[in-house]
């Protein structure tokens, strides 16, 4: 299977060449065949490992999931792998004929995962292939609640989040060092021409805390995820689209920074205040939908403290790029420096944030755990003071018991004699 998985992963590491292509020519019947033709390999190498998968025993799992036998799970695979194949085939062959059916087709097959779905709910209500029969809860548990492999989930974000750095870094390094030639030409020294690109240095240093900062949401939220559905996963794919626009971000913010004549650097903040809210508010969405269902998808030590912790980080962003987005749009342009150092400080207001929590927390613990002291110690004066009167009874001196029961006896004879008489 090894070299099989090098079959694959050659025309997929050929994919973003291709949508670079059709990026840049929209129209052009060639840029929209050569993606297509792309797509259309990976998709039959794809159905290779399908059938070479279940025709080996011990490639295939026994897990079926949602479906009723693995005969009916191979063919659901097999339909998803074909209608792709038939949709980027078809966009290939029409990218002669007319370029607009081939866009159609391709914008179906973005949507291939969603269209199989519903076909396969329209084939479950006449034969039952799924647990749910009905093509309503079908069409609702695959769409949103389908449950994905957390571990991958995690591998593609921690991928994503490592590019975007890698591409933050790639950008200063590119822009911000002169040439020996440069200097020369321009009469100045190395630390002159580098203290000209402290704006630079300061949008690398928020753009870099930020990107990292939401990374450390998403682990922090993942920490506690115990299962992962579609929405969720949905949730978090659409984050790490807004994630991916950052270099961008970084890029624009250190163009226009020294912008100080007309309101370009207030539309370059409040572009990345746009992103910045997206990214964030998609990881907000998607822990509340896990915590819809905390028994099944968050762990249980996930209460108190953590809870509050994760929703006030969570928060955090979303409501401060509003809040900037809002001052952008005031007459006097904003100061792009000062809104970099703002965002680079999250470090320090998050570690701020867990300090405060902590004290709260531990605040409210040594109270009720006082509180809890005082009951104990009630209910052992009230346990002692049982003991002293159970005490008080067992030392009665015996001869006044003996004389108490010879009283008794003689009460009781004398009540004998008289209802004789």
């Not at 011990?58 to 038939?86: H, M, P, Q, W």
């Not at 087709?105 to 969603?114: A, E, M, P, R, S």
């Not at 000209?196 to 753009?207: A, F, G, I, Q």
């Not at 929590?357 to 040594?366: A, G, N, Q, T, Y």
Request: charged residues 20%; negative net charge; proline residues 3%.
């Amino acid at each position: 299977m090894g070299g099989t998985r090098l079959i694959i992963l050659l025309p997929i590491t050929f994919l973003p060449y291709t949508i670079t292509v059709l990026t840049e020519h929209l129209y052009d019947p060639f840029a929209i065949f050569l993606f297509s033709v792309c797509v259309f390999i990976t998709s039959v190498m794809e159905l290779f490992v399908t059938l070479l998968g279940y025709r080996i025993p011990k490639l295939s799992s026994e897990n079926t999931g949602e479906y009723a036998t693995t005969k009916y799970l191979r063919g659901v695979l097999i339909f998803k792998d074909c209608l792709k194949i038939i949709l980027s085939g078809a966009a290939a062959a029409f990218a002669v004929l007319s370029v607009y059916v081939s866009w159609v087709l391709l914008i179906l097959l973005v949507f291939h995962d969603w269209i199989a779905g519903l076909a396969i709910g329209v084939y479950n209500t006449i034969r039952p292939i799924y647990r749910y029969k009905q093509f309503g809860k079908y069409v609702w548990h695959h769409l949103f609640e389908m449950k994905f492999e957390k571990n991958r989930v995690i591998v593609l974000t921690d991928a994503v989040f490592s590019i975007v750095a890698t591409l933050i870094v790639l950008d200063l390094s590119g822009s911000s060092v002169p040439s020996d030639e440069a200097l020369e030409e321009s009469d100045m020294t190395l630390r002159d021409a580098l203290s000209e690109n402290v704006h630079e240095y300061l949008c690398y240093l928020s753009s870099f805390v930020t990107v990292g900062m939401i990374w450390l949401n998403h682990h922090t939220v993942f920490h506690f995820v115990t299962v992962v559905t579609r929405s969720m996963q949905a949730c978090n794919k659409y984050s790490l689209m807004f994630v991916g626009l950052f270099p961008f971000c970084f890029k624009l913010t250190a163009v226009y920074a020294d912008d100080r004549d007309d309101r370009d650097e207030n539309i370059v903040v409040q572009f990345f205040c746009i992103v910045l809210f997206c990214a964030s508010s998609f990881q907000l969405v998607l822990y509340i939908l896990a915590r819809r269902h905390s028994s099944k998808h968050l762990d249980d030590s996930c209460r108190g403290p953590p809870h509050v912790f994760i929703i006030l980080k969570l928060l955090l962003y979303p409501l401060t790029s509003l809040l900037v987005f809002c001052i952008c749009f005031k007459s006097t342009p904003v100061n792009a420096d000062i809104i970099n150092g703002f965002f680079a400080s999250f470090i320090v207001i998050y570690a701020l944030l867990k300090i405060i929590i902590e004290i709260v927390h531990r605040h409210f613990k040594r109270k009720s755990s006082g509180e809890t002291e005082i009951d104990n110690g009630k209910e052992d004066d009230t346990m002692e003071s049982c003991r002293n009167h159970n005490t008080d009874v067992n030392t009665v001196p015996l001869d006044d018991v003996m004389v108490s029961q010879t009283n008794h006896h003689t009460s009781t004879e004398s009540l004998e004699t008289d209802k004789e008489m």
